[in-house]
């Protein structure tokens, strides 16, 4: 009983900026963990950034040092701050929460997914 909207998604060329964020809605009890992950055409899903119910974060091994990743409780949102982007950072990215409700103490949930595209 829980959407996940991501925002924030278009083309930019190599060495800029983009900031993609994620509202979460519904019958939500309290978020754990929130995060986001990308996948390339023709590649597997992979990490790009994870905030933990902890509020500790991880970051995938190619985007550390560029991307930040952001938590406003209050709103239920997460957001992935993007610079120095480069053309193998082009992929759809899908915004993940693992979320606290009425029914369950933790389910994941994902959402559609928003295509960034980087040119050379």
């Known amino acids: 009983q829980v959407q996940l909207v991501e925002s924030g998604g278009g083309l930019v060329q190599a060495g800029g900026s983009l900031r993609l964020s994620c509202e979460a809605s519904?019958?939500?009890?309290?978020?754990?963990?929130m995060g986001w992950y990308r996948q390339a055409p023709g590649k597997p899903r992979e990490l790009v950034a994870l905030s933990t119910s902890g509020r500790s974060t991880n970051y995938g091994d190619s985007v550390k040092g560029r991307f930040t990743i952001f938590r406003d409780d209050a709103k239920n949102t997460v957001s992935l701050q993007m610079n120095s982007l480069k053309p193998e950072d082009t992929a759809v990215y899908y915004c993940n929460a693992d979320v606290w409700t009425r029914v369950s103490y933790g389910m994941a949930y994902w959402g559609k997914g928003t295509l960034v595209t980087v040119s050379s």
């Open positions: 519904g019958n939500i009890i309290r978020i754990n963990s």
